[in-house]
């Protein structure tokens, strides 16, 4: 009993850990620019399928397929940012939501145009094949889940930080016209939040992608790196961060302890409780925003 | 003048329709009108309250699903069921807006998205839905008639549609429609003239909630089947972009919009397999140059004919 609730806790965090990810760009990009990207699923889908075609057609191995991947959802996401939301910045915010969704409607058309609807298969980062300890069997693949996610984060960390750049960006995102009063370019800050953001969803999407099956749908995982944000509060990096991995946790138990039916709904309603309880997540005590 | 000129041209094409165009034509034409019609109430919540929803699919199904449902289990003709599955969806959409329009409109979007996984994943898992297999939809009887020809369930279908548009018509230009608008360009002055925000903004998601319930009831007898793949995240996606290539200030914005993601790709067959992609990266661009729409390339007269007449008038000052 205590084995597999605590084997339900590792696969929820492992899961959790790729949710944060999730979150954390979609925080970025809200704190940066005002805009939720609903776009994010769709470029995570691209990312993966960038790393499909390297390795299938152009017969690259693993590693420097995902890094072609990754940089590849950079470039993507620098064209969105300057192509269609920077011209669109100055209005109302109904409009820039519009068009993440066309973005990422257009992307996820495209990819099943050109890779066809049918599932490929995503090599996993390494072996599948169980360890046992103590009871718990832990998985090689899993914990290169693991690793990445807390890899990344470590480098976000650093990041925002310890250097100038991070520092512009966090001071972005917490107060615009503050940042841009004391000589930060706003044009490259938003810029930068693009890149990085699109580069970890491609990163998300790789590490979940073997543990799913790749169709141009995919895409809709992103609902649990909303989930995850609003749990933390749609704010803060360390908020999504726990958000995630408390999401993979809740999705973990009610699969089991409730239906697996649960699992793919919970993330859903989740979102509309939270929202409705508690706007602004668990952590941050209620502001209410006056007229 | 471009507003009831429009009028006058989609009824001429309604009423014309059933003596000129083929039966596959015809049946194209219904469709267009339905599709609208469920659009007409996504313009009435962005167009003029500014809000998105990413449920219109959602309560197209209330709508549809509980006419058929209304009629199976307790025996209510379906043109009674369907006025009565749109007043549900419209307390659906009441309630839903009821509980998180107190926030920014962002957190709708989210909450919509939320909801239409929720109403597809139910639609799936009931049994009384039909699951993932779908239900058939009867046929109408009034007064003893079956009312299953293509012809009949097209006058059904498109009555119902020009009721809808004309409906959604007159609200954009009632008092409440004006109250809307001045929410939406700035709600610190409207709110300081005695704007409800919270309820007029809830009002409207359920306004578009009924057109997309009522309209959606309709559309699902010119289908004859419910498949669960018609309520989707990415349905209600399709009906976001027809509202934004037609453009979201007018209901012909949604008869312009829908009129092409019906034909177009039939005039395109040879591009099947690239013709959403090709629909939805047209209404990304759209966004970026032409935001108000396809039907603002007709505004321009009413621009250019307002700038004569204040020219004119200032020289005669």
Same mark, same amino acid.
């Given at each position: 009993?205590?084995?597999?609730?605590?084997?339900? %806790? !590792?696969?929820? @965090? =492992?899961?959790?850990? $790729?949710?944060?990810? *999730?979150?954390?760009?979609? &925080? +970025? #990009?809200?704190?940066?620019?005002?805009?939720?990207?609903?776009?994010?699923?769709?470029?995570?889908?691209?990312?993966?399928?960038?790393?499909?075609?390297?390795?299938?057609?152009?017969?690259?191995?693993?590693?420097?397929?995902?890094?072609?991947?990754?940089?590849?959802?950079? %470039? !993507?996401?620098? @064209? =969105?940012?300057?192509? $269609?939301?920077?011209? *669109?910045?100055?209005?109302? &915010? +109904? #409009?820039?939501?519009?068009?993440?969704?066309?973005?990422?409607?257009?992307?996820?058309?495209?990819?099943?145009?050109?890779m066809g609807p049918n599932p490929w298969p995503v090599p996993f980062l390494l072996s599948t094949s169980p360890y046992r300890i103590g009871g718990i069997s832990i998985v090689p693949s899993d914990l290169a889940i693991l690793g990445t996610a807390i890899v990344i984060m470590a480098c976000l960390y650093v990041f925002f930080e310890f250097t100038r750049y991070g520092q512009a960006i966090l001071a972005a995102c917490a107060n615009p016209t503050g940042a841009l009063i004391v000589g930060i370019p706003a044009g490259t800050t938003t810029t930068g939040i693009w890149v990085l953001s699109s580069m970890l969803a491609a990163i998300a999407g790789i590490v979940i992608a073997p543990l799913t099956t790749l169709t141009p749908d995919i895409g809709l995982i992103a609902i649990k790196g909303f989930a995850a944000a609003v749990l933390g509060g749609f704010a803060s990096l360390p908020g999504a961060v726990v958000g995630g991995i408390l999401l993979g946790i809740i999705e973990a138990l009610a699969g089991y302890y409730i239906s697996s039916a649960m699992k793919d709904i919970v993330s859903y309603a989740i979102l509309i409780g939270v929202i409705v309880l508690l706007p602004s997540g668990l952590f941050n005590r209620v502001s209410v925003r006056k007229v | 003048m471009w507003g009831n000129l429009a009028w006058v041209l989609w009824l001429a094409i309604a009423a014309l329709a059933p003596f000129l165009a083929g039966q596959y034509l015809l049946y194209n034409i219904g469709i267009v009108a339905t599709t609208a019609a469920i659009v007409s109430g996504l313009t009435f919540l962005s167009g003029v309250a500014g809000l998105i929803s990413i449920a219109q699919s959602a309560f197209v199904a209330i709508g549809s699903y509980g006419a058929v449902l209304l009629q199976m289990h307790l025996g209510i003709p379906l043109l009674i069921g369907i006025p009565v599955a749109a007043a549900i969806a419209g307390v659906v959409g009441w309630l839903l807006g009821f509980l998180c329009l107190r926030l920014d409109g962002h957190y709708l979007a989210l909450?919509?998205?939320?909801?239409?996984?929720?109403?597809?994943?139910?639609?799936?898992?009931?049994?009384?839905?039909?699951?993932?297999?779908?239900?058939?939809?009867?046929?109408?009887?009034?007064?003893?008639?079956?009312?299953?020809?293509?012809?009949?369930?097209?006058?059904?279908?498109?009555?119902?549609?020009?009721?809808?548009?004309?409906?959604?018509d007159r609200l954009i230009?009632?008092?409440?429609?004006?109250?809307?608008?001045?929410?939406?360009?700035?709600?610190?002055?409207?709110?300081?003239?005695?704007?409800?925000?919270?309820?007029?903004?809830?009002?409207?998601?359920?306004?578009?909630?009924?057109?997309?319930?009522?309209?959606?009831?309709?559309?699902?007898?010119?289908?004859?089947?419910?498949?669960?793949?018609?309520?989707?995240?990415?349905?209600?996606?399709?009906?976001?972009?027809?509202?934004?290539?037609?453009?979201?200030?007018?209901?012909?914005?949604?008869?312009?919009?829908?009129?092409?993601?019906?034909?177009?790709?039939?005039?395109?067959?040879?591009?099947?397999?690239?013709?959403?992609?090709i629909l939805f990266f047209f209404v990304t661009v759209m966004i970026v140059v032409m935001p108000d729409g396809l039907v603002s390339i007709f505004s321009v007269g009413d621009r250019l004919s307002g700038w004569m007449a204040s020219r004119h008038g200032r020289k005669n000052a």
């Open positions: 009993m205590v084995s597999t609730f605590i084997q339900l %806790l !590792l696969s929820g @965090a =492992i899961a959790g850990s $790729v949710y944060a990810l *999730l979150a954390i760009g979609l &925080v +970025l #990009i809200h704190n940066g620019t005002g805009v939720v990207n609903f776009g994010f699923g769709d470029q995570l889908m691209v990312g993966v399928y960038i790393l499909v075609f390297a390795q299938q057609f152009l017969g690259l191995a693993l590693p420097p397929a995902i890094l072609v991947a990754v940089i590849v959802s950079g %470039l !993507l996401g620098l @064209a =969105i940012q300057s192509l $269609v939301m920077t011209p *669109l910045r100055n209005r109302p &915010v +109904l #409009i820039p939501i519009v068009a993440t969704i066309a973005i990422g409607a257009a992307l996820r058309e495209g990819v099943r145009a050109f | 909450v919509t998205l939320a909801f239409m996984g929720i109403v597809h994943y139910t639609i799936i898992n009931l049994d009384i839905t039909g699951g993932a297999v779908g239900l058939a939809v009867p046929s109408v009887t009034l007064f003893g008639f079956t009312l299953d020809s293509p012809m009949a369930i097209y006058v059904m279908a498109v009555t119902a549609s020009a009721i809808t548009l004309w409906s959604i230009h009632s008092r409440y429609g004006r109250m809307l608008r001045a929410l939406r360009q700035s709600d610190i002055a409207a709110v300081s003239l005695g704007a409800d925000r919270r309820s007029l903004r809830t009002m409207a998601l359920a306004t578009s909630a009924v057109a997309g319930g009522f309209a959606g009831g309709f559309q699902a007898l010119q289908l004859t089947y419910l498949d669960p793949q018609q309520f989707t995240i990415v349905t209600a996606v399709f009906y976001i972009a027809i509202m934004v290539v037609g453009g979201m200030r007018s209901v012909h914005g949604a008869i312009i919009g829908a009129a092409i993601f019906v034909f177009v790709p039939g005039f395109l067959s040879g591009l099947e397999h690239y013709m959403a992609f």
